[in-house]
Structures are given as structure tokens and as C-alpha cells.
Nanobody, 124 residues
Framework: VQLQASGGGLVQAGGSLRLSCAASGRTFSWYHMGWFRQAPGKEREFVAAVTYSGDTTDHADSVKGRFTISRDNAKNTVYLQMNTLKPEDTAVYYC??????????????????WGQGTQVTVSS
């Protein structure tokens, strides 16, 4: 499956952005979907994930209550709504697709396909 992330940009602290990740090539609804991010000089980290059906989500503690992952299987797209953004949210955000287990994992190894990343910069 091919993944194309979009929606990143420059925003002031306290603002909002919505990232999108469009999938093509294989049946989107077969895959759990996740968002990860990588800040300069840091390792890539888990942000959020959603099951293939969309009925269960998981969010990292650092974004819980501010970010929301969702998906629209009819549009082959997964979203990450980001509210109350902080400077520490600055990173390249990646979407990923994986199919292991009944719930999506938090590790990079749980995902087989990755998008190219979209830059999110939050100014203070």
C-alpha cells in the first residue's frame, strides 16, 4: 500500500492542524493505521493508532486529550486532528499501515508501510 501524508505546516502555539494520510494500492480497510513523529536529533516515536475498523484508538500520553486519530475507509484516508499544539510537537509526522494482531501496536516493527512524512512546526 502507498501512503501520502499531507497537512503539515507552521502554526503558533495553541493552534490546530489536521494531518491527512491517503492510501492507495491495497485494501485500506485491512490495515491498522498509525501516526509517528520524529523531532530533530530524536528517535521516531509513536503518536496514535486506530484499528482497521476504526472502532478502537490509542494515543500516546504526550498527546492524549489534544490529538485525535480517525479514519474514513470510504475515502481510504486516516486523519490526525491536532489541537492545542505546543512547540515540543514540532517534528516530521509519518503515517504507517500494519496488520498484526487484533489491536495496533506502538512500535515501528508493527507497521509494514510508511508515508513520506509531513513537517509540523509549532512556534512559541
Amino acid at each position: 500500500v502507498q501512503l501520502q501524508a499531507s497537512g503539515g505546516g507552521l502554526v503558533q502555539a495553541g493552534g490546530s492542524l489536521r494531518l491527512s494520510c491517503a492510501a492507495s494500492g491495497r485494501t485500506f480497510s485491512w490495515y491498522h493505521m498509525g501516526w509517528f513523529r520524529q523531532a530533530p536529533g530524536k528517535e521516531r516515536e509513536f503518536v496514535a493508532a486506530v484499528t482497521y475498523s476504526g472502532d478502537t484508538t490509542d494515543h500516546a500520553d504526550s498527546v492524549k486529550g489534544r490529538f485525535t486519530i480517525s479514519r474514513d475507509n470510504a475515502k481510504n484516508t486516516v486523519y490526525l486532528q491536532m489541537n492545542t499544539l505546543k512547540p515540543e510537537d514540532t517534528a516530521v509526522y509519518y503515517c504507517a499501515a500494519g496488520g498484526r494482531g487484533s489491536i495496533p501496536g506502538r512500535g515501528e516493527k508493527d507497521y509494514d508501510y510508511w508515508g513520506q512524512g509531513t513537517q509540523v512546526t509549532v512556534s512559541s
